[in-house]
């Protein structure tokens, strides 16, 4: 809102008298914008910036972790001994494990299949340590046990087989 003229301060009107009764300037060059090109500047501005990202997230699902039956886990402990076995013998099986990945943003997580040889059964750690020879040297990977929940490939396979005789 218009404030007026205070105290001492000069009269607009009379100081820009000159100029105020001047037309629109245009550029001679410049062919004159539109209004909707003029609105276009302000087009790149969101109030509600991420507000898409968030919703994203949100609606993303996630999987929650099933807790393994107790013979689960004495066919998955059978597996990795027979691994720790063959490992000692100096062979370096290729099997698909798969895996409970935690989520960081949220509850839950996501269950990823990892197909690579194996390099060694570390039991002090818990850990399965593998070994890949894609892309440059070989990059060792480790699986705690616990997020483990499957074991396949051809060395351990049969004993699946051995459930449902």
Do not use: C
Not at 96 to 116: C, H, L, N, S, W
Not at 129 to 150: E, P, W
Request: glycine content about 6%; cysteine-free; proline content about 4%.
């Amino acid at each position: 809102m218009t404030q007026g003229i205070k105290g001492n301060e000069p009269d607009a009107r009379i100081v820009y008298a000159d100029i105020i009764d001047l037309p629109h300037w245009q550029s001679p060059t410049r062919p004159h914008m539109s209004l909707y090109d003029r609105s276009a500047q302000f087009a790149s501005y969101k109030a509600l910036s991420g507000y898409e990202e968030m919703v994203a997230e949100e609606a993303r699902l996630t999987d929650k972790k099933v807790d393994l039956e107790e013979f689960e886990l004495e066919r998955l402990n059978q597996k990795l001994n027979l691994i720790a076995d063959v490992i000692a013998d100096g062979h370096h099986p290729e099997l698909t494990f798969t895996v409970f990945v935690p989520d960081e943003k949220k509850a839950g997580g996501a269950y990823v299949e990892i197909t690579d040889s194996v390099k060694r059964i570390d039991t002090a750690l818990r850990k399965v340590v593998l070994m890949t020879t894609k892309g440059r040297g070989r990059i060792n990977k480790t699986i705690d046990f616990d997020k483990i929940t499957a074991i396949h490939g051809q060395l351990v396979d049969y004993l699946d087989d051995e459930i449902y005789d």
